[in-house]
């Protein structure tokens, strides 16, 4: 089903999904994230996020390094919907070039 565009979960089951202010499922983020149609931690940075899952993956982990956590982290949460601003953008950006492509065929 894809990943929470929040914290960067996987999400396989629909109750993992956040829910929307009228009940419905949110297929953009987690349910640790979002539900009734708003971020439970609303004031949370991204250098939060990042800090909090690098700890998160190294207490399940202790043989990795903090420096490689971090770094994988900052590589891929600001790409995630609810940090980057373009993300919208670069969504209809990619999905107007696939029917360009799908055309040449
Ligand atoms: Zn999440």
């Known amino acids: 089903m894809g990943f929470c565009n929040s914290c ?3 999400m396989s089951r629909g109750d993992e999904l956040g ?3 009228d ?4 297929e953009y983020y987690c349910i640790d994230c979002f539900q009734n149609g708003e971020f439970t931690e609303p004031d949370l940075t991204l250098q939060d996020m990042i800090v ?3 700890k998160e993956m190294l207490d ?3 043989d990795l390094r903090e420096e490689d956590a971090t770094g994988l982290l900052m ?3 600001p790409n995630l919907k609810r940090w980057n601003p373009k993300f919208d953008e670069e969504v209809n ?5 696939k029917r360009g492509y ?3 065929d």
Do not use: D, I, V, W
């Not at 009940?23 to 949110?26: H, V």
């Not at 950006?93 to 070039?97: A, E, G, L, V």
């Open 19 to 21: 829910t929307n202010e």
């Open 93 to 97: 950006h990619y999905q107007s070039n």
């Open 60 to 62: 399940k982990n202790p």
């Open 23 to 26: 009940g419905s499922k949110n």
């Open 52 to 54: 909090k899952k690098a």
């Open 75 to 77: 590589y891929f949460l």
């Open 102 to 104: 799908r055309q040449m």
């Open 8 to 10: 960067g979960k996987p």
